[in-house]
């Protein structure tokens, strides 16, 4: 069953516009969450890292939120460009250790036309 | 920012045909891993290693043979390769274990398609 899923699965917005990707998971227990950036045939690259419950970060144009108690994060992209289409990717860490496992998402594709 | 190398990027192979993919970290990392990433699903960890010599296996080991000869190199082997392992492989290394708040470092990718 997946633990981690992500929505919407694809999104389309016009550059400058902002948008909102959602993760909602089930991994127990939730140690932290990542989010990452994958261009098209490229590895991942880390955007955030949240830890605690409500935590919210913020990394230039991109901003993310945890809620603990809901099991959701968001990741809001701001003023977008054309480089940021990419698949984003929601990571659940489930331990704080290295007997721990990583959760991912299928991801949600980001694609910016001009 | 931490490098991690994969080769080949692309590779195909016929059914029952041997593969070896490489992966090397210039960062002295003690942990890595092998992911593999299909269509519709999140990456899934194929092994991991937490130092030269050591082996971990992970949640789709199956088919799938790795191995640590360095600190700096993991290789992933497919002997009998099969359409089912056609997939992106990821390689990926981190100073820590990976499923702590460290920092995890990806590869590049090797395509593999399985005639």
């Known amino acids: 069953k997946t633990q981690v899923e992500q929505s919407p699965q694809s999104l389309v917005v016009r550059q400058g516009e902002n948008c909102v990707l959602q993760c909602n998971y089930s991994v127990t227990p939730d140690n932290h969450l990542r989010w990452f950036k994958q261009d098209t045939g490229k590895g991942l690259v880390s955007l955030t890292v949240?830890?605690?419950?409500?935590d919210k970060t913020s990394n230039g144009r991109y901003s993310a939120t945890l809620d603990k108690d809901a099991k959701h994060s968001t990741l809001h992209i701001t003023a977008t460009l054309l480089d940021d289409t990419a698949t984003y990717i929601c990571?659940?860490?489930?331990?704080?250790?290295?007997?721990?496992?990583?959760?991912f998402g299928a991801g949600t594709q980001l694609i910016v036309i001009p | 920012e931490a490098a991690v190398t994969q080769s080949p990027r692309n590779k195909v192979t016929v059914t029952g045909g041997n593969v070896t993919l490489s992966c090397r970290q210039t960062?002295?990392?003690?942990?890595m891993y092998w992911y593999r990433q299909d269509t519709g699903h999140g990456l899934r960890l194929i092994h991991y290693?937490?130092?030269?010599?050591?082996?971990q296996i992970g949640d789709v080991p199956d088919g799938y043979k790795a191995t640590r000869t360095t600190q700096e190199d993991f290789f992933l082997l497919l002997e009998l390769a099969s359409p089912s392992q056609t997939s992106l492989y990821f390689c990926a290394s981190s100073p820590w274990g990976g499923a702590d708040t460290g920092q995890l470092y990806f590869g590049e990718g090797s395509k593999l398609t399985v005639l």
């Open positions: 949240l830890v605690h419950e409500n």
């Open positions: 990571v659940v860490g489930d331990r704080g250790s290295a007997l721990g496992r990583l959760h």
């Open positions: 960062n002295s990392h003690n942990y």
């Open positions: 290693s937490y130092g030269a010599g050591n082996l």
